[in-house]
C-alpha cells in the first residue's frame, strides 16, 4: 500500500431490532451509526472531509436513493462534503471502504467516514428475496426457483459435493458454531435465539430445506443495520492520537487489500473454474492480493477470521480459499476445532452473517469494524485472545465481487 490507513474506531447499529416496527426508516439507521461513530470516537463532524456509502438496493426496499445527501442532515457539519454511494450487492460496504481508502492513499482528504446501511425487515420475506435476486443475472439464472440465493449456493455446495465430496453435517457444524458465537455478541440479531441440536438437523419442521443443499439455519438473517467507521491518513491519525492522548499503536490500521469481479453467472464461474484447485479462483485472488499487499505469508499469520457466510457452504469456501487448508479439505478445519473460538483461528468470532445478521450494504463495513475491535483489544466477550492480524472477505454476488482486507494492530 502506498500510504498507510488507520481506523479510527466506529459504531454498529442492534442488528436484532426491526426499524418498521418502530415507525423508522433507513435514514434513522444512517444517523444512529454515524452519530454513535462520532461519540464512541471522539471525531468531530467539522474534521470529516469525504464520505462514502454502502448500499446495494435502498430503492428497493426503502425506495429511497441519494443516500449520500443524508450526511448533511445527521450534522450541519457535513453538508457540503463530497460523498459517494457504492454498490456491489452484499460487498457494497467494502466498495465504499476501497473509495475511502483511495482517497486517503491518493492525498485527496485526509479522514473519511465510511457508512455501511441496509434496510430489510420491512417487507415479507419472499419479497426480500426477489429484491436481493438483482444481484444474480436477471432472467438468465435461477429462473425455475422460489429463493434466488438459497438456490445459487446449493449449487455450490453440489459442485463442492461433485469435485471433492461435502458432507451435511459439516455444514451444520459451521451454523452451529456461528449461531453459539452471536450469543457473546451484544449486537447480534439471533443472540437470544434459543436453538437445539435438532434445528441443525435434517429435521423438515425444526430446519426445514429453503433450496436443495440449504436449510433454513444454513443462511444468513435478512437484517436491518448500519455501520460507520472512520478511516484517516497517518497525518491525521496521529492528530487524532495527539487530541486524545493516545498512541499510534493503539489504532487498527489496514494492512492489505484485494478486489475482484468474476463474471455475473454462477455456471460460467464454475465452469471456468473446472480445471482449478480453487472452486471460485477470484476470491482466492482477492484474499492474496490482500496478503501480498499486507507482506503476511497466508493464514497462519492470522490470529481470526471475519468472512461472508450468507450461506454455510460460503464459510465452507472461504476456510479453503483463506488457504487455512488445501483445496477440498474444509471440513478438516471443522473436524478439529480450529475454527471455533478457542481454536487456533477463530472465523467468525462474531457470529457472522448467520448469528450476528446481514444487513447488505453495511456488511462489508461491519466485517472492518469487528477486525478493528479485535486487533486492538476491543471485542468484548468475542474477543480473540492476543489477535493482532485479521483478515476479512465480503463477497457479492455468487463470488462475483470479492473484497478482501488484512487488518493489523498499531503503527
Given at each position: ?55 446495494f438496493v435502498g430503492e428497493l426496499f426503502a425506495g429511497q436513493g441519494m443516500l449520500g445527501g443524508f450526511y ?234 471475519e468472512t461472508h457466510d450468507c450461506f454455510s457452504i460460503s464459510e465452507y469456501a472461504a476456510i479453503e480459499h ?18 471455533e473460538l478457542g481454536g487456533s483461528i477463530p472465523v467468525n468470532p462474531s457470529g457472522g452473517l448467520i448469528g ?56
Open positions: 500500500m502506498s500510504r498507510p490507513v488507520f481506523i479510527l474506531g466506529g459504531y454498529q447499529t442492534d442488528f436484532a431490532r426491526n426499524m418498521a416496527r418502530e415507525d423508522l426508516g433507513i435514514f434513522d439507521l444512517m444517523n444512529e451509526a454515524m452519530t454513535g461513530a462520532f461519540e464512541a470516537t471522539g471525531v468531530r463532524p467539522k474534521d470529516v472531509k469525504v464520505g462514502h456509502v454502502g448500499n448533511g442532515h445527521v450534522h450541519p457539519d457535513l453538508a457540503g462534503i463530497p460523498v459517494s454511494r457504492h454498490e456491489g450487492a452484499c460487498a457494497s460496504g467494502s466498495l465504499a471502504i476501497l473509495a475511502a481508502m483511495a482517497d486517503i492513499e491518493s492525498g485527496r482528504y485526509d479522514l473519511a467516514c465510511v457508512t455501511g446501511v441496509e434496510l430489510m425487515r420491512n417487507v415479507s420475506g419472499k419479497t426480500a428475496a426477489d429484491y436481493l435476486g438483482a444481484a444474480a443475472w436477471v432472467g438468465q439464472e435461477a429462473t425455475d426457483v422460489q429463493y434466488v440465493w438459497p438456490a445459487m449456493f446449493s449449487d455450490l455446495a453440489e459442485e463442492y459435493d461433485r469435485r471433492y465430496g461435502l458432507k451435511r453435517e459439516h455444514l451444520a457444524a459451521i451454523a452451529r458454531k456461528n449461531f453459539t458465537n452471536a450469543r457473546r455478541n451484544d449486537k447480534a440479531q439471533t443472540r437470544k435465539w434459543t436453538l437445539t441440536d435438532q434445528h441443525f438437523a435434517v429435521d423438515d419442521e425444526l430446519n426445514p430445506v429453503v433450496e436443495g443443499w440449504m436449510r433454513r439455519h444454513d443462511c444468513g438473517q435478512v437484517t436491518d443495520g448500519a455501520v460507520c467507521v472512520f478511516l484517516a491518513s497517518e497525518q491525521a491519525a496521529r492528530t487524532y492520537c495527539a487530541e486524545h492522548g493516545l498512541g499510534l499503536e493503539s489504532l487498527a490500521r489496514i494492512r492489505g487489500w484485494g478486489h475482484t469481479t468474476a463474471p455475473m453467472r454462477m455456471d460460467t464461474k464454475l465452469r471456468d473454474s473446472a480445471n482449478a484447485p480453487y472452486v471460485l479462483p477470484w476470491t482466492r485472488k482477492a484474499i492474496t492480493d490482500a496478503y501480498k499487499r499486507a507482506g503476511v505469508s497466508g493464514a497462519r499469520e492470522l490470529d481470526a477470521i483463506f488457504g487455512v487448508t488445501a483445496p477440498g479439505e474444509a471440513w478438516k478445519a471443522v473436524e478439529d476445532g480450529r475454527i450476528l445478521g446481514h444487513p447488505v450494504g453495511a456488511t462489508g463495513v461491519r466485517m472492518l469494524h469487528d477486525a478493528a475491535r479485535q486487533v486492538t483489544g476491543k471485542a468484548g466477550e468475542m474477543q480473540v485472545g492476543g489477535a493482532r492480524t485479521v483478515g476479512t472477505f465480503n463477497v457479492g454476488g455468487s463470488g462475483t465481487t470479492n473484497c478482501s482486507f488484512v487488518v493489523g494492530a498499531g503503527a
